[in-house]
């Protein structure tokens, strides 16, 4: 009971009714105060009145009987003015304080002190005073049988007629003959008051309990039941009910204070169901993080520990850290756990310990404080990362490393790794030596654009960064000598650099090779040729032979020999002999060893070239030649000799297929030989197509043909140089060879190059 009493006594709706209350009651109580005294004093003014007007009255009757001093009349007008109701005491006093008339007739001739009560009101003062305002002039006091009267003394002053009067004069220098003093009694009117108030109070506590219901009804159903509901869904947003106040019907301050309450707890539950899942989160992370995890106290004793640690050690709780997992009688020599309690931060340290398999362990540990709300430190958490298979690795990688660098070493190629940017040599391999001459160290952070020609260096400097392959590259020894290399860039990064991987394969001695076999395939062509040529050159020499002939004719017969004549027979010979030096030059360059250096080449130009070596033999074994070459063809970079030979390679081989399906009877009846050569640009790719209608070829031939020392020719037939040593001059170039065949149906060989400028 007490403590509902104190639960009522500190709730703020009683708190709210009390002062509502006190208020209403104290403005109450303050407004009927204030009413019944303004109403006494209201009735105390007109009494007062009355007694003046009364006083007036009496002095007026009496004025006359005075005049005469008809005494028998004044008595008689005092007796009946006295039987008034109320009316209590009547008496007229002279100046020595004797009362001459009364209402009461025991009282005449009484005389009462000149500072009694009535009296003192004029005489406190010395000379008294002659005049007083009415206020000053009631006095009010309670009588003998404890009544409450109100006396109004009115002084009868010495007027004209009175001083002049034969019965009884005065002295005009008097200025108060006597006083009048009127005692009214209080008694009816206190009853009327006291029913007045009486009634004033029942309106007024009517009116307070009749408010205080409306207060309290208004507080109740405005305030204290929206509070209640507020303080009961706080309650259960505290329990947990954050949608407690969903719904809450009420538009003034209240109903903003609930809806901002209920905005509240769902802040509170959105914070809340987060705060559990990052609890669970954290939780799980404890728990299911593979790295192992423990709480230990100032004696190293494990508070808390994860499922890995428990897994792995199989530890029970009070168990000393250095004994749970590292197998020790004795805390650690350099424990991080000691030093985290000794300043309160984090260390790190890696360790070593043995498995409950018996197996060692290696980990990186981090320590970590845990503090109180004083910021005490009250334990230490243990984070240990399991790096064994890390150490078994790199123990691996150590060999690794030293393998492959061995291999790295002892790749027969040069191997160089430049940095990106600056293209300077970090690392090369023992065969730079073998290749180069230079050793290791005299390569070493120097450019690698230092191993080609002066004059190449700024063009292959972009290359360099941009191509993958390189063919043919000149590369330069230590002594100065010309290495041709095939160059393999790979971009990688290498130690956390942005670097290129080039590896170089001398080809020198292959390409001196290929020009050998390609030299000896230009011999075997030029004698192939020999009966055209023999053919080509017999026409201009019996030219020669029958203008020599005519003029030798003409001196032995000394005939004369017309100019026109003369000059024909001179042009002739000078145009045929023309056409034999062309036919020898074409010999002599064709068959002069090729360099191997690259230059611009005008593909329409060779391949004429190489087709007028056989034009005369295609002509003579009926083969028809179509050409569609496209003006305006873009250089290539190529090296012309070698080129012409793979040209003249293309056609023979056409030449000879289509002899072979001739001579076997393949051949359609009426069905024309025929050799189509074809040059077209198309994506910056200029190519040349060498198309025959000859035997073709089938699927496991074609996919052999470019192999080396594959051929489907009999022994002493051809160049020589094959189609391999054609493919490997045109990979030189930068270039491509596709072929398309078909039994009996012909075949197409498709030459692409790239152009000069797209290079």
């Not at 002049?164 to 005692?183: E, F, I, R």
């Amino acid at each position: 009971m007490i403590q509902k009493i104190k639960s009522l006594w500190n709730s703020l709706v009683f708190k709210i009714i009390l002062s509502v209350g006190a208020i209403l009651l104290i403005v109450i109580t303050a407004w009927a105060f204030f009413n019944i005294h303004h109403h006494k004093k209201m009735i105390m003014d007109d009494i007062v009145r009355n007694c003046d007007q009364l006083s007036r009255a009496i002095r007026l009757g009496t004025h006359y009987a005075m005049m005469f001093n008809a005494r028998e009349d004044i008595n008689q007008i005092i007796t009946n003015i006295g039987k008034l109701e109320g009316l209590e005491h009547i008496r007229i006093y002279d100046k020595t304080g004797q009362i001459k008339f009364s209402n009461i007739p025991s009282e005449v001739g009484v005389t009462t002190g000149i500072k009694a009560e009535a009296c003192d009101i004029c005489h406190r003062v010395d000379p008294p005073l002659s005049s007083l305002p009415l206020e000053n002039r009631k006095r009010i006091f309670v009588t003998e049988n404890h009544k409450r009267a109100i006396g109004m003394i009115s002084p009868i002053l010495n007027e004209q007629g009175c001083a002049t009067s034969d019965c009884h004069a005065h002295p005009q220098d008097k200025t108060v003959l006597g006083a009048l003093d009127l005692v009214i009694s209080l008694e009816e009117t206190d009853k009327k008051l006291a029913v007045y108030e009486k009634w004033l109070m029942i309106p007024a506590i009517f009116v307070f309990l009749v408010t205080s219901t409306i207060v309290f009804w208004v507080l109740l159903k405005l305030f204290i039941q929206p509070i209640q509901r507020l303080m009961d869904g706080t309650q259960k947003i505290a329990r947990g009910e954050y949608n407690a106040l969903n719904g809450f019907q009420q538009s003034y301050e209240i109903g903003r204070l609930a809806d901002t309450i209920s905005k509240m707890g769902s802040e509170i539950g959105n914070q809340q169901m987060e705060l559990n899942r990052q609890k669970d989160e954290y939780k799980n992370l404890f728990e299911l993080v593979p790295c192992i995890i423990s709480v230990q106290d100032r004696d190293y004793r494990l508070i808390n520990y994860n499922q890995e640690f428990s897994r792995l050690f199989d530890p029970k709780p009070g168990d000393f850290c250095y004994s749970a997992y590292k197998g020790r009688t004795e805390k650690c020599r350099f424990c991080p756990v000691e030093k985290t309690f000794q300043d309160g931060q984090s260390h790190y340290s890696e360790e070593t310990g043995i498995n409950k398999d018996g197996t060692t362990s290696h980990w990186i540990v981090k320590t970590a404080p845990m503090k109180n709300n004083r910021g005490e430190i009250i334990g230490a958490m243990e984070i240990n990362l399991d790096i064994s298979h890390t150490r078994q690795l790199e123990s691996r990688l150590k060999e690794l490393e030293k393998k492959y660098y061995a291999i790295f070493n002892n790749i027969p190629n040069p191997v160089f790794v430049l940095d990106y940017e600056s293209l300077e040599i970090l690392d090369c391999n023992g065969s730079v030596t073998t290749v180069y001459g230079f050793t290791k160290e005299e390569v070493l952070s120097r450019s690698f654009l230092a191993f080609f020609m002066e004059e190449e260096r700024d063009d292959y400097k972009t290359e360099i960064k941009t191509r993958i392959e390189m063919s043919r590259v000149r590369h330069l020894g230590k002594k100065g000598e010309v290495h041709f290399v095939n160059m393999r860039i790979s971009p990688f990064d290498f130690s956390e650099q942005k670097v290129l991987l080039v590896t170089t394969s001398d080809v020198t001695k292959r390409l001196e090779a290929e020009s050998q076999l390609i030299q000896a395939g230009k011999m075997a062509t030029l004698g192939e040729m020999a009966t055209g040529v023999a053919h080509e050159l017999n026409q201009p020499l019996s030219v020669i032979k029958t203008a020599s002939s005519f003029f030798m004719k003409k001196i032995r017969k000394k005939e004369p020999i017309q100019d026109d004549i003369l000059l024909t027979m001179a042009e002739e010979i000078d145009a045929h002999v023309d056409r034999a030096a062309n036919i020898i030059n074409h010999l002599r360059q064709f068959g002069r060893k090729s360099d191997i250096a690259l230059e611009p080449v005008q593909v329409n130009a060779v391949l004429r070239n190489a087709y007028d070596m056989f034009s005369r033999q295609l002509q003579l074994r009926e083969i028809v030649t179509t050409w569609e070459l496209a003006e305006d063809l873009p250089l290539v970079m190529a090296e012309q000799g070698r080129l012409e030979q793979v040209f003249i390679n293309l056609i023979i081989n056409a030449r000879d297929a289509i002899e072979e399906k001739w001579n076997s009877g393949a051949a359609e009846p009426g069905e024309e030989k025929k050799i189509l050569l074809r040059t077209f640009c198309r994506n910056s790719k200029v190519m040349i197509e060498v198309h025959d209608n000859g035997t073709g070829m089938p699927k496991d031939v074609m996919d052999k043909i470019f192999e080396p020392f594959f051929t489907t020719k009999k022994v002493g037939h051809g160049t020589g140089i094959g189609l391999s040593i054609s493919y490997n001059i045109i990979k030189d170039f930068q270039g491509d060879i596709r072929v398309v065949s078909g039994k009996d149906k012909g075949t197409t060989f498709t030459i692409t190059f790239p152009e000069k400028d797209a290079i």
